[in-house]
């Protein structure tokens, strides 16, 4: 047996998940020398033992890592042998190159134990965490990751505490937010105006939740609104005071078992539903349930999520029956997650603020994710998955992207790493531009890393382009499609060219009109647009997006021309008799009427059409209504979808025969789901033709899809389904949503590519 000595390196996300603490435990058991500390990259320790003990502990911190942990690479080597005795964590080694932060995550099992167990002196007490689970990334003010960095700063840990934590033996060892009801954070119950209640908070809030009150809820990244879902008073009441929101509420359920009472639940379903990041799934709603008809109206599925901190265990357990849990937030503005803001923000709204003194320092909303093809797609990534970071398929300098103006994200690429932000919003006002430019400054300081490149949306007048410009560093405008197609492919780890359909509703193109129905061929460094959907005018601009039937006014006027108004069609009794000489007039010459090819605008249409939603009160809601009204339909043969090619070959579908034969079914009196089921085939067909066209002339047959409107189930699965059958592979978002939540990624890897400058080498 020979003495040896290793040095180690471990990369991934092996900060703030216990990983020090673990690796100390394994030294003890094998009886080894040396140490372990952070790094900026990771974790590095030296170990010193006989060769047999050290392969062990070697196999050992691969196979009994921290459930949190994410090992993405290890290098052994071996150094020369020290002789000393005993193992220890040292402090943190700040170095450039910047360690990965830890999402936020569930109670373990342990520790939910302890929770329930009457005699554990961390009986209900909500803030209850260990190095296996707990608030990370929403607490963490910088980095390395040690309690003064985190907003327990303000909280001295208690003699048992405090025992706890330097204890190697211990769950809690080094746990940085550890703490307990005597020197932890505490609840406080406040009334509608922000006044501290006396009494115990939990017991008065799952009192007035009994009696169908709103109450406040701070959660781990932000508050929540919780109301009774049963009680159809209270959810309205909820509903009257976020004054006419149709958009669906999610719900909190105690476990699975509850769930499948109210919707279908498959085992994946149910295991995305149980893990530790604890996201929003989307999921099929049961016929009859007993539900209030207003937390999802217009709509076949439930948003449902379990407990996800101890907070959220406690509330469940004491009600019967699942909760609304909907973002603490007025419409258009980020969810509420500075106190202060908070009553001022909700106190209309919540009777109760059940509230705490643990700060969030960064606000994360709920993710969620619903099931495509048996497979999970986000529709938006943020709480439990942030910051962990999508590998890039090569290295490249660093650049920051800051997505478009809708569902705004940040991606910040560190080497190989792409990281992308928390859920920033609709960048429409002062308060989520603050937002964004806040968390570009954090993500950059967790990081440790200086953006070299910008990148921002080529389109001009965005708030976000206004940031990246004004960022002082060298700026790539990227064509709005172009980022959603590449962020797909950098996802799948794609290089070289592919095809990419991008269905979206709007983005600005590379000739000033606004895109949004795409067939682009092309990679990273460039694409040709090889075809799209036929251009329709939006008559009045934004309007058009807020009032779907502006839409089927834009669709119907080819047809019928300055005698539109004379259809015996419902949809045009949404414009007054006065106002209709005025829109025959802009449709007419195109007055404040923009040209577009977005698909998204082409659903609008349709569903304004055949009467499924005139104007909307959220984004996409028009669509998503046709959608669930697809589901109720027949399939049957598509509509026809002629094109034409124009000029450098590339082919524009013509909707309007569709349109037609659709007023004509309306005429025959066919069932409006049969239409909606026929309409979204013709889609599907139409993009399997113009791909066989594109392939036929390039010989490529990798298709990506991306953009927004393949949130949309139906449609991607009839896509995907085509497209495959007819030899073609087929790649979908499963990292990053589909809608421009993900774009950011793909605007990254564009400019990264593009840059000519000297890849950085990595540091020693
Ligand atoms: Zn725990
Ligand atoms: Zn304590
Ligand atoms: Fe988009």
Known sequence: MTTERASLEIDGIVQGVGFRPFVYRLALRYGLAGWVRNTGQGVQLEAEGTDADLRAFCRALRK??????????????PVAVEGGSGFAILGSAKSAGGGDVSPDCDVCDDCLAELFDPVNRRHVYPFINCTNCG????????????????????????EECLAEYHDPLNRRFHAQPNACPVCGPRLRLL????????????????????????????????????????????????????????????????????????????????????????????????????????VAPGNGWFGFMLPGNPLQHLLIRGVNGPLVMTSGNLSDEP????????????????????????????????????????????????????????????????????????????????????????????????????????????????LEVKPELVAHDLHPDYLSTHFAQGLGLPCVAIQHHH??????MAENGLDGEVIGVILDGTGYGSDGTIWGGEFLLGGYHGFTRCGHFG????????????????????????????ALFEQPLTVLSQVAEPDRPLFLKMLERGINSPLTSSCGRLFDAVSALIGVRSRISYEGQAAIELEALAELGNSSAPYPYPYRVQGEGCRAIDFGPMIAAICGDLAAGRGSADIARAFHQTVASAVLELCQGIREGSGNDRVVLSGGVFQNRILTEDVAKLLSGDGFDVYCHRLVPPNDGGLALGQAVIAGRKSSQPQPQPQP
């Open 191 to 294: 009334d509608s105006s922000g006044v501290p209640l006396p009494g115990d908070p939990l017991a008065q809030a799952l009192h007035a939740l009994a009696q169908g009150e709103i109450v406040a809820v701070k959660g781990v990244g932000g508050y929540h609104l919780a109301v009774d879902a049963l009680s159809g008073e209270a959810v309205a009441k909820l509903r009257q005071r976020k004054k006419r929101d149709e958009k669906p509420f999610a719900m909190l359920a105690a476990g699975l078992d509850e769930v499948r009472s109210f919707a279908h639940c498959s085992e994946l379903e149910g295991r995305l539903l149980e893990g530790v990041e604890r996201p929003i799934v989307l999921l099929r709603k049961l016929p009859v349930n007993p539900v209030s008809k207003l």
């Open 483 to 488: 980022a959603h197609m590449a962020s797909c």
């Open 135 to 158: 608030p990370r990334y929403s607490i963490i003010t910088g980095i390395p990751y040690d309690r003064p960095a985190t907003t327990m700063a303000p909280f001295g840990m208690c």
């Open 535 to 562: 251009q329709m005018r939006m008559p009045g601009g934004d309007a058009a997006v807020r009032e779907p039937y502006r839409m089927a006014l834009s669709a119907l006027y080819p047809l019928y021309g300055n």
């Open 64 to 77: 009994e890592a921290p459930p949190l942990a994410v090992i993405t690479a290890l290098r052994v080597e």
């Open 335 to 446: 969810i509420a997650y500075r106190d202060a803001e908070a009553v001022e923000m909700l106190s209309g709204i919540a009777d109760f603020f059940l509230s705490h003194d643990r700060e969030i320092h960064t606000r994360t909303d709920d993710s969620v994710i619903r099931l495509y093809r048996g497979e999970p797609l986000f529709l938006r990534r943020s709480r439990g998955y942030v910051p962990r970071a999508v590998l890039l398929p090569e290295r490249q300098v660093s650049v920051l992207a800051v997505g478009a103006e809708l569902k705004a994200t940040l991606c910040l690429t560190r080497g190989s790493q792409a990281f992308l932000s928390q859920h920033i919003g609709d960048l429409k006002n002062a308060a989520t531009l603050a937002s964004l430019e806040e968390s570009a400054v954090h993500l950059g300081r967790l």
